[in-house]
């Protein structure tokens, strides 16, 4: 018996129609995406977020009334099962670390191709995180400058060598059948690394995952 595969139902927020139209009339022609609402700043986004529940939001940054980034940190609070994903211009550092902070599970610039905020929209959506490779570089120089290859108690001690490699692949946005073809195990053996190292470290985000990767250099981007 064949299943049709649940659409994945995208929350559009930007300032601008233009964008707003363009975006949703590529997303709108695959089959298995749909935007089911749309927001012009960060309160609407909040209003139309609690309503719809969306699998994902496209969130812009600068917007009027509330900006995207304190609207994401808003449905993160109240809607921790609604994914966020920033679709912005900006690519400074100063950007990059305040989106990760905000609770974001990924960031894509503007200029990226179709295909990209696609894989973007799918990964997050399956439990993943996604930093395009230009932003996660931005974001493991920072803060190898600014917090050295370990933190103070020596955490990164506490993984073993495969669950710091579980680590730098989900740093990576990779899924767990990926990680499990990679390393040639089950997918459950996987699961079962990804429940250790969240218990270890006592973070259970995979943005917060991410953030410690990248801050303990165990993250392996390109």
């Known amino acids: 018996m064949n299943k049709r595969k649940k659409k994945i139902r995208l929350l559009l927020v930007d ?30 986004a909040l209003t139309q977020a609690r309503q719809l529940q969306p699998d994902v939001v496209l969130m812009d940054i ?8 304190d609207a994401t940190r808003q449905i993160r609070k109240e ?10 211009v900006h ?13 974001a599970h990924g960031y894509v610039l503007k200029d990226a191709s179709l295909a990209d905020l ?4 799918e990964s997050i959506s399956g439990g993943e995180a996604f930093f395009s490779p230009d932003v996660s570089q931005i974001v493991l120089n920072q803060y190898l400058a ?8 020596g ?13 730098a692949m989900i740093a990576e946005g990779q899924s767990n059948k990926e990680m499990a073809t990679k390393l040639g ?14 218990d270890k470290l006592n973070i259970h985000t995979v943005a917060g995952l991410t953030k410690y990767a990248i801050a303990n250099g165990i993250a392996r981007l390109e």
Do not use: F, W
Not at 62 to 69: E, Q, Y
Not at 91 to 103: A, E, P, R, T
Not at 146 to 153: C, K, R, S
């Open 185 to 198: 195990v089950g997918v459950r053996t996987i699961e079962t690394h990804r429940e250790r190292v969240m």
């Open 79 to 88: 809607l921790p099962q609604v994914r966020v994903l920033i679709l912005s």
């Open 146 to 153: 600014e917090a050295g290859a370990t933190d103070e108690d």
């Open 118 to 121: 696609v894989r973007a929209i």
């Open 91 to 103: 690519s400074n550092k100063h950007y990059v670390l305040q989106i990760i902070q905000s609770g």
């Open 15 to 44: 300032d601008h129609p233009v964008v707003r139209r363009g975006i949703r009339s590529c997303l709108n022609n695959l089959e298995h995406l749909e935007v089911v609402g749309e927001a012009v700043d960060g309160e609407e």
């Open 155 to 167: 955490a990164p001690g506490r993984l073993t060598s495969r669950e710091r490699e579980v680590l």
């Open 62 to 69: 600068d917007m009027p009334k509330m900006s995207g980034l």
